[in-house]
């Protein structure tokens, strides 16, 4: 398991397990914990899915993952 910690969270990647298709990982706020996390969901090395929080992922965990080399354009906000 590799993990990453931002100026706020603090985000876990779990190795993909043998016979799972997906990688999976988690998520939780520094200060709030759980309240402010959630369930991360690769395919390959693309950010797939996420549960926790609504709307949007914060863009210092996004940052993180792509820095690690995951795709998460899908889940960045849309630019208005």
């Known amino acids: ?3 990453l910690h931002t100026a706020r969270f603090e985000v ?3 190795d993909q397990s043998k016979g799972m298709p997906h990688r999976h990982g988690w998520f939780e706020h520094n ?3 759980d309240e402010f996390g959630g369930g991360l969901w690769f395919k390959d090395d ?3 899915d996420y549960d926790g929080i609504g ?3 914060p863009t210092e ?3 993180a993952l792509a820095a690690e080399g995951f ?3 899908d889940m960045r906000p849309e630019e208005v």
């Open 1 to 3: 398991m590799k993990t």
């Open 12 to 14: 876990g990647i779990h």
């Open 31 to 33: 200060e709030y914990g």
């Open 46 to 48: 693309v950010l797939v």
């Open 55 to 57: 709307g949007y992922l």
């Open 61 to 63: 965990i996004l940052d």
């Open 71 to 73: 795709n998460v354009d």
